[in-house]
């Protein structure tokens, strides 16, 4: 055997030795750890914790140190937060690629939860944008607590008038996820023809009432159960997808935002015009390669169709949290609650979150 192909099995070899490697340590899932002995230091709260990686059985309520406000920091009272489909990836630590941000074997984040509405108790001395008694709403890890500690400048504003604390909880990462999805990436225009798959979760809720505020038709596919909630937000179309398959529909959509991902990149492609976007939101659940197959065969295929293929990766932004709530409150959106629990039922809340059954939003109530 030649030299060189010598090297290049050996360096194959080394390859193949460094991805087995990389696989086993992100997949692996350390015990969970007490919590820590002794009383806290200074005034407590409860607040969701998880010390491991698992199923919701690792969620415990626990008393744990009351942050104190500094410099840029506002301190908030949660009175009302929300589930996504985000906290139990985070408990779970799944896909597995995740752990390589959350923390390898365990998290390293013990708190849980993102959205929150609330009002603030008490800022740090160089707070200008906001004052005790402000109500509220934004993202924060660890929104599942009595208290939660924001930066002034990051995912944090004010709640308008007319619109309560249940509303405003619901917003952040899923209005958020709609907006984005249809007007920075799917890029949506009066008149334009749009598609929501997963019409009647926590973002197609949103998606179809910000689409149809945007001007466009609106089509919308959910199970028989949901139908008529997603026509009465405002869907011109509604397809059951348990009797119809969008795909054999003969419709011609200039955007398709994909919540769900049942179907493959080249059926959708069969129902967008020559110059359609499609954007993906989510997709098939799994640890490793599952939830990247869609965005791999999306980079694929892209360069060689005139179709844009797009995958959302949402942000919490300020501007975009003072517009969907300028929504709420103008009319134009409506969020839909589901189900509500207390915090110490925030471990059935994932589970029913974790079920795919939730129509809108899962509210969490203090």
């Excluded at 899932?29 to 002794?38: L, W």
């Excluded at 390293?108 to 009002?119: C, N, W």
């Excluded at 249809?182 to 890029?187: H, Q, T």
């Excluded at 949402?314 to 589901?338: E, S, W, Y």
Aim: aromatic share 6%.
């Amino acid at each position: 055997m030649k030299l060189r192909y010598k090297v290049l099995n050996g360096v194959l070899g080394l390859l193949v030795l460094a991805i087995a490697g990389l696989a086993v340590t992100i997949g692996y899932t350390a015990p969970c750890k007490p919590a820590p002995e002794g009383p806290s230091a200074g005034v407590e709260m409860r607040a969701i914790v998880y010390r491991c990686y698992g199923s919701p059985e690792v969620l415990a309520l626990e008393d744990v140190e009351k942050p104190v406000p500094v410099g840029s920091e506002v301190l908030v009272k949660v009175q009302a937060a929300s589930v996504n489909p985000l906290d139990w990836h985070y408990m779970r630590g799944s896909p597995y690629f995740m752990r390589l941000a959350l923390g390898i074997g365990a998290p390293s984040d013990h708190r849980l939860g993102v959205d929150f509405a609330g009002t603030v108790e008490a800022v740090g001395d160089k707070v200008t944008l906001f004052k005790p008694g402000d109500e509220v709403f934004g993202g924060r890890t660890g929104a599942f607590a009595e208290y939660v500690l924001v930066v002034e400048d990051r995912s944090i504003v004010h709640i308008p008038p007319g619109v309560s604390f249940e509303q405003a909880a619901s917003l952040p990462i899923a209005a958020l996820t709609a907006l984005q999805a249809l007007r920075d990436k799917g890029v949506l225009q009066p008149g334009q023809k749009v598609l929501i798959n997963g019409a009647s979760g926590g973002v197609g809720t949103f998606a179809v009432q910000i689409a149809k505020s945007m001007g466009a038709e609106v089509h919308g596919v959910c199970s028989t159960r949901n139908v008529e909630l997603v026509r009465s937000i405002g869907a011109d179309r509604v397809f059951d997808y348990k009797k119809e398959d969008y795909t054999q529909s003969g419709e011609a959509y200039d955007l398709i935002v994909d919540m769900v991902g049942n179907h493959s990149i080249s059926k959708n492609r069969g129902v967008l015009k020559a110059d359609g976007r499609y954007v993906m939101v989510g997709g098939p659940s799994g640890n490793w390669i599952a939830p990247l197959k869609r965005p791999i065969a999306a980079m694929l295929t892209g360069p060689f169709v005139d179709q844009e293929l797009i995958l959302l990766l949402a942000r919490l932004d300020r501007n975009d949290l003072v517009d969907v709530a300028k929504r709420v409150q103008d009319g134009d959106v409506r969020p839909v609650i589901d189900r509500r629990f207390s915090l110490d039922e925030v471990p059935a809340a994932i589970v029913y979150s974790e079920s795919g059954r939730a129509r809108g939003k899962i509210l969490i109530e203090f």
